[in-house]
């Protein structure tokens, strides 16, 4: 059977940027297998090593930021002026995790609690083999949640980035094997939805970690699921974020931070503001001031300078996000940014002109757009009262105050429902998820 080659094709100008082949089956299973026994010897390093590699890693990463920005941008289709925001907020999550990574790993006593002539304690151990499958929006910052903490834990990773950002994933890969980290432990494999499902099934991987479409991650669940072990899982998936200005917000701030956390990256990200609603008594003031600001955004090639709208990732995304609107107009919303202003935005191109629609219907209130679109809606008054009871209502993983769009690595980052199942980051659980626990219990006097 002839090898099947995967194209990347540069969003902006649909020209192929790099090809990359896949493995076969026995291929793929001659990886694994070499992680597996890699691993052994890996989790016999003192984790203080692991630690100091780790940091020696952060440096090697640091010095390509300089050829990072535009191999990324041709690749997803960011503006480049926007590229060193993910250099910075990637090595901002390396360092929070390599600076819990001791005392997170540490064993547990319990010698406070112990018998007389008995000594308790709990261990943390690795996993084994993880796969962390990556998505193409934010392919360093979502990566590094999931790849670095598992190698300092004791880990072998299997790295699959997105067809859209192959590179990312080589460029991390060499960074750690830079540092010192195996080859083994850190494999980078380009492989197919059928590849992946394969690798998934194989017994010697023990967990998963997923970024992606609420459809992709409920067939990684299921692959899972049906696999010869009891394959563990983490899914970080979509959502509709949503925003509420209230009538004491300070509406410049306000505006600027909305415009932002709905139009950075073109809306594609998870935690992008989807949909708004706003206090009666400021509605007519915030949707202008929304508007306007909106109107100022330049839209354009990525790769040159003052550029801060860059088109979606593929022609079928952007057909998709235009039907979403004209759907949501046929319903009954109002656009409220004349196309005009955007003359990039042409159909048969990936270009999409920003667009604010007042009053949604519920159903586009539900579904995820991934693209420069936010609903708003006029939302009525309010006690402080029951704004704090909603608050406490709220079945979501963050609630911000005065931001959005940004993930703390000291915080956990999860989702509820359909947003997915799992944690990445924060000191409680980013390195209980990618190890388990291994209870000893010994009587030292037997007489």
């Not at 090809?19 to 203080?48: C, H, M």
């Not at 067939?219 to 979509?238: H, N």
Request: aromatic share 8%; charged share 20%; with cysteine.
């Amino acid at each position: 059977m002839a090898p099947v080659i995967q194209t990347t094709i540069t969003p902006h100008s649909q020209e192929p940027y790099v090809t990359r082949t896949y493995p076969s089956q026995g291929e793929l299973d001659k990886f694994i297998q070499n992680a597996a026994l890699a691993q052994k010897a890996w989790s016999a390093v003192p984790v203080e090593e692991r630690i100091a590699i780790g940091r020696k890693f952060t440096d090697e990463f640091r010095q390509m930021s300089d050829e990072i920005p535009l191999e990324l941008t041709l690749q997803m289709g960011r503006p480049v002026s926007q590229g060193a925001g993910e250099i910075r907020g990637f090595l901002e999550r390396a360092n929070y995790m390599l600076d819990i990574a001791a005392t997170s790993l540490a064993d547990v006593s319990l010698e406070s609690t112990d018998k007389p002539g008995f000594r308790r304690y709990i261990k943390r151990v690795p996993l084994g083999v993880v796969l962390v499958i990556a998505p193409w929006n934010f392919p360093y910052l979502v990566s590094i949640n999931s790849v670095l903490p598992a190698i300092i834990a004791g880990n072998a990773v299997l790295l699959k980035p997105s067809p859209q950002t192959p590179l990312t994933a080589e460029r991390f890969a060499l960074a750690l094997t830079r540092a010192g980290v195996p080859k083994d432990i850190i494999q980078v494999i380009h492989m197919s939805p059928e590849l992946t499902t394969h690798a998934i099934s194989n017994r010697s991987i023990d967990f998963v970690s997923f970024t992606g479409s609420v459809q992709g991650g409920r067939a990684v669940a299921k692959s899972a699921a049906v696999a010869a072990g009891f394959t563990g899982v983490a899914l970080e998936l979509g959502g509709k974020d949503p925003a509420y200005v209230r009538p004491d917000a300070d509406l410049n701030y306000t505006v600027a931070e909305l415009v932002d956390g709905a139009f950075f990256n073109s809306g594609q990200s998870c935690c992008s503001v989807e949909r708004i609603y706003v206090h009666e008594s400021v509605y007519e003031a915030f949707v202008n001031k929304f508007v306007a600001t909106t109107e100022t955004y330049r839209l354009g090639d990525p790769t040159l300078p003052g550029i801060n709208l860059g088109p979606v990732v593929s022609l079928a995304s952007a057909e998709r996000i235009r039907k979403q609107v004209a759907d949501a107009v046929n319903a009954g919303a109002r656009p409220l940014i004349p196309e005009s202003l955007f003359p990039q935005a042409k159909i048969g191109t990936t270009y999409i002109a920003p667009q604010v629609l007042v009053d949604p219907t519920s159903h586009y209130e539900q579904e995820e757009t991934f693209g420069p679109v936010v609903g708003i809606q006029k939302s009525n008054p309010e006690s402080e009262e029951a704004f704090l009871k909603f608050v406490d209502g709220l079945e979501t993983g963050t609630v911000f105050l005065n931001r959005c769009d940004y993930l703390d690595p000291a915080l956990a980052w999860c989702g509820v429902k359909d947003s997915g199942h799992g944690v990445s980051l924060s000191k409680l659980v980013r390195y209980d998820q990618l190890t388990r626990a291994k209870s000893v219990h010994m009587k030292i006097k037997t007489s």
